[in-house]
């Protein structure tokens, strides 16, 4: 199982962003495959979700409304819409997956991770 995150950069406060995640090695459909945030100094954040099976989603009450994540499974891709963007969403960004179909924004839950995608928010 392989997850290559891309698409974070610097944007200006109020800005927006999408993310992707591409995944190799398994089937969305069999996955739930969550977002994650570590800004430095900091734990990692749980802040979105998708299970595989039926596309419901999770969110964490400080991304909620700004942040929207999506799946494309013939891509075998899932995105995360950020905006309005605010310089506390500063942080390396991550993606993971868990092969089961129940949503978690718990980090030690997930057993696959990719690498990560700085996101710098700041004008």
């Known amino acids: 199982v392989q997850l290559v995150e891309s698409g974070g950069g610097l944007v200006q406060p109020g800005g927006s962003l999408r993310l992707s995640c591409a995944a190799s090695?398994?089937?969305?459909?069999?996955?739930?495959i969550g977002w994650f945030r570590q800004a430095p100094g900091k734990e990692r954040e749980g802040i979105s979700c998708i299970i595989g099976r039926n596309l419901r989603t999770s969110y964490a009450d400080s991304v909620r409304g700004r942040f929207t994540i999506s799946s494309d499974h013939a891509e075998n891709t899932v995105y995360l819409q950020m905006n309005s963007l605010k310089p506390e969403d500063t942080a390396v960004y991550y993606c993971?997956?868990?092969?089961?179909?129940?949503?978690?924004?718990?980090?030690?839950?997930?057993?696959?991770w990719g690498q990560g995608t700085p996101v710098s928010v700041s004008s």
């Open positions: 090695g398994l089937r969305l459909d069999d996955y739930t």
């Open positions: 993971a997956a868990d092969p089961v179909s129940w949503a978690s924004l718990l980090a030690h839950e997930y057993d696959y």
